[in-house]
């Protein structure tokens, strides 16, 4: 039903039903929605076979009606039902040919348009429902699929994602280390229902989360992944910010609600009731790394409101320091620091006193060669271009000296954060950790950039040895220092022309 319709299914056992079963059949009737039940046979034979009662074994039923009707001065709730074949209909209470429809007044029968005639549609009570049916199915519509507009419709939120690996595929929550990078979706149910039977102050709403693409790429040996979700609720201190949550948020958060099970279906929805509030919904495979896309629909009975939860790309600038006058008793150590730091300097760079990307590569190098606990097999010449670039103020494909010293303190401050997220001192980093460190070094990107990164720098084991992970800061500090000299106004907006371009991009 849902290819046809575009609407969401919803599967229930009728013995394990929830007790408002008869008020969640009524309200998807009222909202146009698609019902069908069947009574289940473990014996194959079995199927389409006729029960004493007038039901059939492993049939299809629709549900087209629900009612409450006055009989013997007691309300009575009613389903009706619909036999595609046309005929072999209920014989039981409220059937067509019922002895005691003689006691139900006559403008009862006419609203419930009773008509003895053998069309396969027909009345039964809903206790006689639940006790012979085994499974219902309720496909609820969206706006657009409805033809009337008398019928009342769901608040219908979409949102479309991805799984990357080694970024954003964390698995669930048996994964601390990685779930926290899931897709994040915050979901602000605005309106409590209007159910005047209902005392507590709740909002029904239904979530539905599908794989995309996984049949079509079967035939290229793609399966079906098992898939679950979570929901947490936001604590009020942080209702409104749209950071993506941290792995110590879910480390000691425990969830509100979630998918009964992670099952290996095309769609997995759950209908809940949650108090109004801001939550976030955290979609995920069962197993971490595992690439693939999805939809996440939001289908609720009130205003509502769901959002991928994404950063604001932006970099922290440095705050300028006051010059200090130098402490007594220090101005020698200081300037033997400075002496030192320039003869060194002097040696690799000679009487011009700059370097070039290959002066660049062997300085490097070296350095970096002593450190036995850093995992690399040396920056490239191309890494160092791209350090020049960053750094080279005057545009000579040179650094001096203070250029030099620059790049130099960065690289520094790089090391420490690559060294603090290099847990198991292997010498490289987990990807699902590069966003960690990213932020620490003050770049604050979106899931879109994240997954990029990954991509580009990480190995087939999704690890980001040493250089790799210099160059990608390299790369982040260039781009953000040339978009901000072009950003005039600072409107986040830039305009260039073709030289402009190229000269960016070319000399990057």
């Known amino acids: 039903m849902e290819d046809f319709t575009g609407g969401v299914t919803e599967f229930f056992e009728i013995k394990d039903a929830p007790r408002d ?152 929550r048996n994964f601390p280390d990685t779930f926290w990078t899931n897709p994040q979706y915050r979901l602000k149910l605005l309106e409590e229902d209007d159910d005047p039977d209902d005392s507590e102050v709740i909002c029904s709403f239904l979530v539905a989360l599908m794989q995309k693409n996984r049949r079509k790429d079967r035939k290229l040996g793609a399966n079906l992944f098992t898939i679950g979700f979570a929901i947490y609720e936001v604590p009020k201190e942080m209702h409104g910010n749209k950071q993506h949550l941290q792995k110590d948020f879910f480390l000691y958060n425990a969830s509100k609600a979630r998918s009964k099970t992670y099952i290996n279906m095309r769609e997995v929805s759950e209908r809940f009731r949650l108090p109004p509030s801001e939550y976030v919904i955290v979609p995920s495979t069962y197993e971490p790394h595992q690439e ?46 400075q002496l030192q730091f320039r003869n060194i300097f002097r040696q690799i760079a000679g009487d011009d006193m700059e370097v070039c990307a290959d002066e660049l590569k062997n300085i490097l190098n070296t350095v970096v060669n002593k450190h036995k606990d850093l995992k690399t097999q040396g920056f490239t010449l191309e890494s160092c271009r791209s350090m020049i670039a960053l750094m080279d103020t005057d545009g000579s494909g040179r650094l001096n000296l203070q250029e030099f010293h620059h790049l130099w303190k960065k690289i520094k401050a790089w090391q420490r954060i690559f060294k603090h997220y290099d847990t198991d001192q292997s010498g490289t980093i987990n990807s699902y950790e590069m966003r960690n460190a990213v932020n620490d070094a003050g770049f604050h990107l979106n899931s879109q950039l994240y997954d990029i990164i990954t991509m580009r720098y990480a190995d087939k084991h999704m690890n980001i040895d040493f ?32 030289l402009e371009w190229l000269q960016l991009t070319m000399y990057a």
């Not at 978009?483 to 830039?494: C, R, S, V």
């Open 21 to 172: 079963m008869y008020k969640i059949m009524k309200k998807a009737i009222e909202r146009g929605s698609l019902m069908g039940c069947s009574i289940d046979t473990i014996v194959p034979v079995q199927y389409e076979t006729r029960m004493a009662c007038g039901l059939v074994k492993g049939h299809a039923y629709s549900v087209t009606g629900l009612e409450e009707a006055l009989f013997k001065g007691e309300k009575v709730k009613l389903v009706r039902l619909r036999n595609p074949w046309g005929q072999v209909e209920w014989n039981g209470s409220w059937s067509d040919g019922w002895k005691d429809w003689s006691f139900v007044d006559k403008a009862e029968k006419a609203r419930l348009q009773h008509q003895v005639t053998e069309d396969g549609e027909f009345w039964m009570s809903y206790d006689d429902f639940i006790y012979h049916f085994t499974k219902l199915e309720i496909c609820n519509l969206t706006a657009d699929a409805l033809e009337s507009d008398k019928l009342q419709t769901w608040t219908v939120s979409v949102n479309e994602g991805r799984w990357v690996r080694g970024c954003s595929a964390g698995g669930c």
């Open 292 to 337: 693939g896309e999805f939809i996440l629909r939001v289908f609720s009975e009130k205003r509502n409101l769901s959002e991928e939860v994404e950063n604001t790309i932006s970099v922290d600038r440095p705050v300028k320091k006051k010059k200090t006058k130098p402490r007594p008793g220090n101005t020698d150590q200081e300037s033997e620091e």
């Open 467 to 498: 250089d790799s992970f210099i160059c990608c800061f390299v790369r982040l500090e260039g781009m953000f220092r040339a978009f901000n000299a072009f950003d005039k106004d600072g409107d986040g907006i830039i305009k260039l022309n073709v």
